[in-house]
């Protein structure tokens, strides 16, 4: 995911691996997590495998700057995986599995762990909507609208799976305190 993440960043405009970092941060970031030494790994990758090309822009009395670039190989690689919509799976879901086994915690720390997702979940809405920000920035730099809906499509769902997350973990522990209640 991450090879497809940087190669559709790339797919927009020339970058250095600063400036794809500093992008991932301010957008991918919400959808997959990622470090720095794993974005340049993948970008050697990426030149190595012949989908991102670099240019080496030497600079008086700095290190030489580093240019990525897409190639035809890229974008093909990233248009079939763009459009490869047959071999989804459904994600991996470590709170439920810990939620799943939660009835062998005491009720008062499955309450404060529950209570501790919906403090994540709602945490990262609102990094979300402080996202929204820098999705308005690239909005103007770019000249094709359809790119902006779909980016506004992302941002639409991360802040509905936000809202939901937190409103389940509401009901999580409404249904726990009414069965405490139910067992006094």
């Known amino acids: ?48 495998s012949g989908f ?17 670039s897409i190639t035809e190989a890229g974008r093909e690689e990233l248009l079939q995986w763009a459009g490869d919509y047959e071999n989804l799976k459904f994600p991996n879901f470590p709170i439920l599995m810990k939620l799943f086994f939660g009835g062998m915690l005491p009720k008062e720390e499955a309450i404060a762990a529950i209570q501790k997702v919906k403090q994540v979940y709602c945490e990262r809405g609102r990094e979300l909507e402080k996202l929204l920000s820098c999705l308005d920035s690239y909005k103007a730099e770019t000249e094709n609208r359809n790119y902006a809906m779909f980016w506004d499509m992302t941002a639409d769902f991360g802040r509905g799976y936000a809202r939901f997350v937190a409103d389940w973990c509401d009901r999580c522990v409404e249904q726990i305190e009414k069965s405490r ?4």
């Open 181 to 184: 209640e139910e067992n006094k």
């Open 52 to 68: 991102a090309q670099v240019t080496v822009i030497e600079q008086d009395g700095k290190p030489n700057k580093k240019v990525y």
């Open 1 to 48: 995911m991450l090879k497809h993440g940087i190669l559709g960043l790339l797919s927009y405009y020339d970058r250095t691996g600063y400036e794809i970092m500093e992008v991932f941060k301010n957008s991918l970031s919400f959808m997959w997590n990622a470090n720095t030494s794993q974005v340049y790994r993948e970008l050697q990758n990426l030149k190595d």
